[in-house]
């Protein structure tokens, strides 16, 4: 047996880089470290694999690019979509290609936590390490998050229950939940403040208007279905904190206002933080592996973090135009290349039908729902088993990936960059 210490697993947003992997004949022989999420994937990782495949018959690698190529340049108005479960180099040769092609590329953040990337935008996040919310942070709120169930290892190793500097135990912390429902996480925390469907962004400006010394208004003695005495009480524990952190999910994200409940979460922080004894950080709860990483490569590589169109040479950001679910719904685009995502299997019906219309390419090391429909099939290797590369941790913290297995097949950077070749040659 051979062991990889270290080993980054890339199957959810906190990428624990703590994981040890034993090897024998090109199989993971033992896992240690792993969560119940990350030891399914790991075992299932060199199952249901993809091969080559162009409009149903098994091809060749090199095939299955020229075709891609072909697609690709013959397209008038292409998207490129997926790449949050890729990596940093990927991601860059992804917009290398949109810009060559004059595509659309749109990340799978766009229907996860891109809302809060907007209100970003618009107020601007205080935020931290995960390492130093271990260390220092004596308030910690989920909101709309569970990562009991989705990042099952993120509260040992980062919040409720990680050993800090200053922070040791879980008795050094007050957790408060703040959700539609007693999910697990709230199960664990000190209070549970159970919040009306859809009703966030009032809740939110309540704790805002209570923080600043005004009394809000109320229709019947309630707001989110609390009375005013709870939001009082919620605001005078928030108060309390030395260094509080809020955690959100797409609960908050993705429900009522959207990104305006995100942006109440940002401006309630910033009212925290006009306290100069007390310090209040944010962090979205990034579900995929590298989908801070899809943001932060976009907006390096074309100053926007998703929702980009290259048509007229330079990039233009319009969520809800350039948008993957808005182009594919609205039928304006006439091709799509998919990379390491399964929007059939994910995105609203009407947008994965139009997929099934329009010649469709997909790069991924696994078969999915998109695959099936997929007129090219591209399969590449696994990112963090068998192929290496960047990633970018929920907190903006790049890591490294080493691959510890062998594969038979190329990464998903060399795919990329191999048809953007062809296309610049041809
Ligand atoms: Fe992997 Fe996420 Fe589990 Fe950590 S919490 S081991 S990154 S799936």
């Known amino acids: 047996?051979?062991?990889?210490?270290?080993?980054?697993?890339?199957?959810?947003?906190?990428l624990c880089d703590n994981i040890e992997v034993k090897v024998k004949d090109n199989k993971i022989e033992e896992l240690k470290n792993a969560c119940?999420?990350?030891?399914?994937?790991?075992?299932?990782?060199?199952?249901?694999?993809?091969v080559p495949m162009i409009n149903g018959q098994e091809s060749t690698y090199q095939k299955v690019i020229e075709k891609a190529a072909e697609i690709l340049k013959n397209s008038k108005n292409p998207l490129i979509?997926?790449?949050?479960?890729?990596?940093?180099?990927?991601?860059?040769?992804?917009?290398?290609?949109?810009?060559?092609?004059?595509?659309?590329?749109?990340?799978?953040?766009?229907v996860c936590h891109?809302?809060?990337?907007?209100?970003?935008?618009?107020?601007?996040?205080?935020?931290?390490?995960?390492?130093e919310i271990k260390n220092r942070s004596d308030l910690m709120v989920f909101w709309g998050a569970n990562p009991v169930e989705a990042?099952?290892?993120?509260?040992?190793?980062?919040?409720?229950?990680?050993?800090?500097?200053?922070?040791?135990?879980r008795s050094d912390r007050e957790v408060i939940v703040f959700d539609v429902r007693k999910t697990p996480t709230a199960k664990m925390a000190d209070q549970f403040i159970r919040v009306e469907p859809g009703k966030d962004f009032e809740l939110l400006m309540a704790l805002r208007l209570i923080i600043n010394g005004k009394e809000p208004e109320s229709k019947n003695g309630k707001i989110a279905g609390l009375d005013l005495a709870e939001i009082e009480a919620a605001a005078e524990k928030l108060k309390s904190a030395n260094y509080g952190s809020i955690f959100y999910g797409m609960g908050l994200t993705m429900t009522g206002a959207k990104y305006m409940n995100t942006w109440a979460a940002m401006s309630l922080i910033r009212d925290l933080n006009n306290d100069q004894q007390?310090?209040?950080?944010?962090?979205?709860?990034?579900?995929?592996?590298n989908v801070a990483g899809s943001e932060i490569t976009m907006a390096w590589q074309t100053g926007y973090p998703f929702a980009v169109n290259f048509s007229k040479a330079y990039p233009r950001y319009n969520p809800g135009e350039y948008t993957a679910v808005d182009l594919l719904a609205n039928k304006e685009v006439d091709a799509a290349f998919i990379i390491a995502s399964d929007p059939v299997g994910n995105l609203p019906k009407k947008?994965?039908?139009?997929?099934?219309?329009?010649?469709t390419i997909i790069l991924d090391p696994h078969w999915n729902f998109t695959s099936d429909f997929a007129d090219v099939v591209i399969p590449s290797a696994l990112k963090g088993i068998t192929a290496s590369g960047t990633v970018y941790r929920m907190d903006h913290v790049p890591l490294h990936l080493r691959a510890f297995l062998e594969d038979e097949w190329p990464n998903d950077q060399e795919a990329v960059a191999e048809i953007g070749e062809l296309i610049e040659n041809a």
Do not use: W
């Open 351 to 359: 947008a994965a039908a139009h997929l099934k219309d329009i010649p």
């Open 151 to 169: 990042h099952p290892n993120h509260s040992k190793r980062y919040t409720m229950l990680a050993e800090g500097l200053f922070k040791k135990s």
């Open 1 to 14: 047996l051979k062991t990889f210490k270290n080993i980054t697993c890339t199957f959810c947003g906190a």
């Open 114 to 131: 891109g809302p809060g990337t907007m209100a970003k935008q618009l107020v601007g996040m205080v935020t931290a390490t995960l390492g």
């Open 36 to 50: 119940a999420i990350s030891r399914k994937k790991y075992e299932h990782a060199l199952k249901d694999r993809t």
């Open 278 to 289: 007390r310090r209040f950080v944010m962090m979205p709860m990034r579900g995929h592996g």
């Open 81 to 110: 979509y997926g790449l949050s479960s890729t990596t940093a180099e990927a991601q860059k040769n992804a917009v290398k290609l949109a810009e060559l092609t004059g595509a659309n590329i749109d990340s799978t953040s766009s």
